[in-house]
């Protein structure tokens, strides 16, 4: 798996396979994991791995294999999935654990599952054979079923009996990852690229501020780096390998723990270095605004969710950059783009021209911004291309300048869309709060302006504060009848479905959004 590697083919390095462990609970994968983590020479010259961190490399100690490999050490599937979901393809191979003891269990087979999902090569490890009532024949015969037949019995999956008690097959597990690796993997990277890579984990350490175990994908991370990961970043100013010793710098499949963030990256984030500190930080604002407008979005106006780019978008103001073949070209597209208008309160703007490809620092910049990026008889740069497309920033080629301009019209367009306005149209207060039960909370209120309805959303407002925002009025009453509206003046029990923070005195006010008219 390269990643998606480029460049000059004498930059490339072999590098170690990364290895998860998953299966049942109980059958035995901390264990084995400590097991592996315990035997290897490294771990033991330099006084073993005290703390957890969730990942590490081990340097195999066999006799043809003196290799290293790197092991994720997270808690179950869910979180090996939940990084696959983000888009972070982590592991290379999968070694599902199974208690001979036991047999398959439903968390063997979504660990199954969850791996054949990310057609990630799977090595079965058989563990506790040491117990009575192992039966590791069984096992193999049960995993048939789901498609991995063991190589024994002419399949292609590799079986090692183990027991993470006795270290008993240790030896033949790990050689069994190099072997799969070797026969089905291309484990080399780039490691002269620009790096970048997963988080594994985040923690905020007292001593030393947010630490983020990350496994370098490509390229070679260095202390010094600026950094953006997820929406954090920082200059790294350690790095530090899992027994804690200091490192200059890590290649790819290495796991390094980065400290010198400013705040705690999530498992799953994937990390970039960028030139400068300034553009790490704009890159890691402008995802915390996209994080902070999504969630805005979605507690304001359920409504508007389908366009949350209407809420990115309120400063309505669409930049782009402009490179071109030649500096004539780039003027008279500049000069025929700035002529267009749309509306009064949508502007164009140009925050970057220039002559030549796209660069990645063109990218690094649409990236700080909501920025389209036009090329016009121009390419971009085998980086640039990779980053664009992984931070999904717009770039668009043209070679004709009125194709240009009838593109950029549209998208400004597109910005004056899915614009709603909320419509009021009743308030009541609240004069006693009924508990009635299986349904909770009702409010026996009475109608001060307009309607309430049924089934209109509706907030809740306290002292002038709203304390609740995404309601629906989801019953009404009128004494004993269920009723679908209540004008102004009239009492009525109002119910909130399972919002039963309720007081007397709140004012319910009920609306709806309306799609506003265009100009
Ligand atoms: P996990 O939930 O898969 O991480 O399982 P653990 O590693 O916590 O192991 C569950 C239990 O099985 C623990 O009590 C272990 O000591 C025990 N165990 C794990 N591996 C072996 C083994 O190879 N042999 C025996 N006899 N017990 C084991």
Not at 35 to 55: D, F
Not at 63 to 92: C, L, N, Q, W
Not at 193 to 220: F, M, S, Y
Request: contains cysteine; aromatic residues 4%.
């Amino acid at each position: 798996l390269t990643f998606g590697d480029e460049g000059d083919e004498e930059d490339w390095v072999a590098r170690p396979p990364v290895v998860t462990v998953m299966g049942h609970v109980d059958h035995g994968k901390t264990k084995l994991l400590d097991a592996i983590r315990n035997s290897n020479v490294v771990a033991r010259e330099a006084g073993g791995i005290t703390q957890h961190i969730g990942a590490y490399q081990i340097v195999t100690e066999l006799e043809d294999y003196e290799r290293p490999i790197t092991f994720i050490d997270t808690p179950g599937h869910e979180s090996f999935t939940a990084m696959r979901a983000r888009g972070a393809k982590v592991t290379d191979i999968v070694v599902l654990v199974v208690a001979a003891d036991d047999g398959v269990m439903p968390q063997t087979v979504e660990a199954l599952n969850h791996a054949q999902a990310a057609e990630v090569p799977i090595v079965v490890a058989v563990n506790k054979i040491d117990k009575e009532g192992a039966n590791p024949a069984k096992i193999r015969q049960q995993l048939t079923e789901y498609g991995l037949v063991a190589e024994e019995y002419g399949g292609d999956t590799m079986f090692v009996d183990v027991s993470a008690t006795t270290r008993q097959g240790l030896d033949e597990l790990l050689t069994a990852i190099l072997l799969t690796a070797d026969a089905s993997l291309d484990l080399r990277a780039n490691a002269e690229q620009d790096p970048q890579g997963v988080v594994i984990e985040g923690k905020l350490d007292k001593g030393r501020g947010p630490v983020a175990t990350v496994l370098v994908q490509r390229g070679t991370l260095r202390q010094g780096d600026s950094i953006v990961a997820g929406d954090a970043y920082g200059r790294v100013r350690s790095l530090l390998d899992e027994h804690g010793n200091k490192l200059k710098e890590a290649l790819p499949a290495r796991p390094v723990q980065v400290v010198g963030l400013t705040s705690v990256p999530r498992a799953g984030d994937t990390f970039l270095v960028v030139e400068e500190d300034r553009v790490a930080r704009q890159i890691a604002d402008r995802r915390q605004a996209r994080i902070r407008n999504a969630q805005n979005a979605s507690m304001r106006k359920r409504i508007s969710l389908e366009d949350l780019d209407a809420a990115l978008k309120e400063n309505r103001q669409l930049n782009l950059i402009i490179k071109g073949d030649n500096s004539g070209t780039v003027e008279a597209l500049e000069e025929a783009l700035m002529k267009i208008e749309v509306s009064d309160d949508i502007s164009l703007r140009v925050i970057h021209r220039g002559v030549g490809g796209i660069t990645k620092s063109d990218i690094d910049l649409a990236l700080a911004d909501d920025v389209i990026v036009l090329g016009f008889n121009v390419r971009a740069e085998g980086q640039a291309t990779e980053l664009a497309n992984r931070e999904g920033v717009d770039v668009r080629y043209y070679s004709v300048i009125y194709q240009a301009i009838e593109e950029i019209e549209a998208a400004l367009k597109g910005m004056l869309k899915p614009e709603y306005e909320e419509v009021a149209l009743g308030s009541a207060e609240v004069r006693e709060v009924f508990r009635v039960p299986r349904i909770g909370n009702v409010a026996g209120s009475i109608v001060r302006s307009g309607v309430i309805t049924r089934n209109s959303k509706a907030r809740l407002v306290r002292d002038g504060v709203v304390v609740a925002d995404n309601l629906t009025v989801e019953s009404l009453r009128r004494f004993k009848d269920d009723v679908t509206e209540v004008r102004d003046g009239y009492e009525c029990g109002i119910g909130l479905g399972s919002f039963n923070d309720i007081k007397l005195e709140d004012v319910i006010e009920t609306f709806e959004m309306r799609e506003k008219p265009r100009a």
